[in-house]
């Protein structure tokens, strides 16, 4: 086809403040906007960043800056910008009355990534909540106006479905995915609580988007999560069993990766996904070594973490791509972990002793026991086979003999049997 206007890239100039705080500096901050745009289609064809005290609560940028974007907009044709922070209502108005183009920020951008990368139903639910509820909150009339015409980011649901843009229809269409949400959760929480049950272990692999998390998960597991060199590649959490040498078996599940300024109403929207984090035994806090930024994009990990209301968990770093040339040395033991590693998720180079670590601190929350369980009480081995890291057994007359590692609420569930 010649005129393909669907598929054909708007082309956008980002643009920053740089107010000298916050985790990143500014041009940071707009190489990871590149990257988020890239990712949802857009052609960056220019970037600018005005030094302010403070953002502009009326029009973002300053009067004279706004003026240098429009020549700019003119000379790069460009047909939207995208600004590096959340803007609201007013800024939005205020600006496209400046420029004439579309104004987008990085919510949205982030809202349509996640958008076109949802698969499972309860991350598309999740996701066209999050992306109404930013619409609701920001795009007047002539914002929504603009956007039906013209395509392009913000326009698309979950499955390319274009999103609702009237006013009336969108709060009736967000009660609608809320009930759906309610159900799903309930069906997660019944997961969960069978997970908990069995006593199985688990592990949350967390860490910025592109660390390496499903790499690692896959190297693991021999599974094929999809891992790409892409921002927010995984959406959907997964779980996956392993067996280690000793026989003991671990729950390990892959998390949506972490941003800089994650939009709000995405973290609410994702809380029950996440909530797997909060019910993990240990996290696994995968770190792309390779990164310049790694020591800020960490501290945006403890952050997030931190609102997730997962803080307090023991959490083992490890930086990952190693393998990689030109490494900033030295890399620093995480001081907010139990214990700091170095892996290649790629070639799984320390991947066994990294397997051993898991173990370790597993254990570290066991404490050794010997039980003697009653042929009558067959029903608990499933709970020890599934549980307990089993150091000695053997069959006697009056039942089966076991020394081994149990956490507290084993142990509780056993103390009528120990000996
Ligand atoms: N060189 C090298 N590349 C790696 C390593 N681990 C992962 N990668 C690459 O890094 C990119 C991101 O990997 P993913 O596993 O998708 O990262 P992720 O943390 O799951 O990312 P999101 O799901 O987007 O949050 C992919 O291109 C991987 O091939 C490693 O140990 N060495
Ligand atoms: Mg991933």
């Known amino acids: 086809m010649l005129y393909d206007t669907e598929t054909k890239a708007e082309k956008v100039v980002l643009v920053g403040i740089d107010t000298g705080e916050g985790e990143f500096d500014a041009e940071s901050c707009l190489d990871e906007l590149a990257e988020l745009a890239d990712t949802a289609g ?3 064809v ?16 300053g009067k004279g800056k706004i003026e240098e974007l429009r020549a700019y907009i003119e000379f790069t044709q460009a047909v939207g910008i ?37 698969l499972s139903a309860e991350g598309k639910v999740q996701v066209e909540v999050a992306q109404l509820k930013y619409n609701m909150a920001h795009l007047t009339g002539r914002g929504i106006e603009m956007s039906r015409l013209g395509g392009g980011i913000g326009t698309r ?9 009237d006013r009336r229809n969108i709060a009736d269409r967000i009660s609608e995915l809320n009930k759906e949400l309610k159900e799903i959760e309930k069906r997660r929480s019944v997961m969960r609580e069978k997970r908990i049950e069995s006593r199985i272990p688990v592990i949350a692999l967390v860490g910025y988007t592109n660390a390496g998390k499903s790499t690692l998960l896959n190297t693991l597991t021999g599974s094929d999560v999809l891992a790409e060199d892409k921002l927010f590649a995984t959406l959907d959490t997964t779980t996956r069993a392993i067996e280690t040498e000793s026989g003991a078996k671990y729950l390990f599940t892959d998390t949506v990766g972490f941003i800089q300024k994650l939009p709000h109403n995405l973290i609410n929207a994702f809380r029950a996904t996440l909530e797997e984090v909060k019910y993990a035994d240990i996290l696994v806090h995968v770190v792309d070594a390779s990164n310049p930024k790694r020591a800020e994009q960490m501290n945006v990990v403890y952050h997030t973490l931190g609102e997730l209301g997962a803080g307090d968990k023991p959490v083992l770093t490890v930086y990952n791509k190693t393998d990689k040339e030109g490494i900033d040395l030295p ?10 590693m170095s892996v290649s ?32 009480e067959g029903r608990l081995l499933g709970i020890i ?6 150091t000695a057994s053997e069959m006697r007359d009056d039942g089966y003999y076991f020394e081994m590692y149990a956490d507290e609420e084993t142990e509780n569930r056993l103390k009528a049997f120990m000996v």
């Open 46 to 61: 220019g970037r600018l960043i005005q030094k302010r005290e403070a953002i502009n609560k009326a029009t973002y940028l």
């Open 345 to 376: 998720a790629k070639n799984g180079s320390n991947i066994p002793e990294f397997t051993a670590k898991v173990e370790d601190i597993v254990r570290s929350f066991k404490k050794s026991i010997s039980v003697l369980i009653p042929y009558s």
């Open 82 to 118: 995208i600004c590096d922070d959340e803007l609201n209502q007013n800024q939005i108005r205020n600006l496209e009355n400046a420029l004439d183009v579309k104004v987008m920020d990085r919510t949205l951008v982030i809202l349509d990534i996640f958008a076109k990368r949802a």
């Open 385 to 390: 086979h599934g549980s307990c890291e089993i």
């Open 157 to 165: 649901g979950p499955g390319e479905k274009k999103l609702e843009t």
């Open 331 to 340: 890399l620093l033991k995480d001081r907010r972990a139990v214990y700091t």
């Open 42 to 44: 857009a052609q960056v």
